[in-house]
């Protein structure tokens, strides 16, 4: 059995990744499987990816592999060697990465909650809403659920601005590996941090205040950024042994 079989990959019935349309559909699953893999700790930083294996595991040809491993390189997921071999290997972030990150996300999302602001609907409320009280219900310490509930939260915000290009570019930002993640989610004070920011940035929303809205947004990610920052500190720059000092 391959190590992709044994990871379970599927390729979805309803590819959702829309953010590379001119794609083979076959290209744009395998790209949104393995971008999920990789996002939610399947594939582990370090770890090498084998297009043969992996279309062995999809039932499909290794040239959409190939061409999916493309695009998660310039999302900046994977690595590939300089001589675009059959191996690729899940790119390992370091703390001045994710801390760069998080200064970016800083401006792009008070940017995206401003535009939304704009464009807020009860819908949109009503959303943003239920994924607080989910966030609210997890059990500190799941970690997967946890993160993938604050990604869908952030891109919500994000896809309301309604730009496809600052979707695309503020979406890859969110895309750190769970691996990075573990242990913050399992620290209850961080868990009640990350809700506290959600819900500051809905009552803005619900204002229909964008400023206020872009003043808590900046609020929220300059907080978590600043715990990251002080637990990274604690545990030295080694990420490969640091799940306890990981990005949001």
Request: glycine share 6%; proline share 4%; aromatic share 4%.
């Amino acid at each position: 059995m391959t190590a992709a079989r044994r990871k379970g990959i599927q390729v979805p019935l309803n590819v959702k990744d829309n953010r590379f349309p001119l794609l083979p559909r076959a290209n744009r699953a395998v790209a949104d499987v393995l971008r999920e893999g990789i996002v939610n700790g399947s594939f582990e930083p370090g770890e090498r990816l084998k297009e043969e294996e992996i279309a062995e595991a999809l039932g499909v040809s290794r040239t959409p592999v190939r061409e999916a491993f493309l695009v998660l390189a310039t999302e900046g997921l994977i690595d590939l060697p300089a001589n675009r071999g059959a191996r690729a290997v899940v790119r390992v972030f370091d703390v001045s990465e994710l801390a760069m990150i998080y200064d970016i996300r800083v401006l792009l999302e008070a940017y995206a909650v401003c535009k939304a602001a704009e464009r807020v609907t009860p819908t949109l409320l009503a959303s943003l809403e239920a994924s607080c009280d989910k966030l609210a219900a997890l059990p500190t310490g799941d970690a997967a659920e946890l993160a993938a509930e604050n990604r869908e939260f952030h891109n919500l915000i994000i896809d309301a601005a309604g730009s496809e290009r600052l979707s695309f570019i503020a979406g890859t930002m969110l895309q750190v590996p769970l691996g990075y993640k573990k242990a913050r989610w399992a620290d209850p004070t961080f868990h009640e941090l990350v809700l506290t920011g959600h819900r500051r940035i809905v009552a803005a929303l619900r204002l229909g205040d964008g400023s206020l809205a872009a003043e808590q947004m900046r609020k929220h990610l300059e907080e978590v950024s600043s715990d990251f920052r002080r637990r990274s500190a604690k545990k030295g720059a080694d990420l490969l042994t640091l799940q306890q000092a990981t990005s949001k």
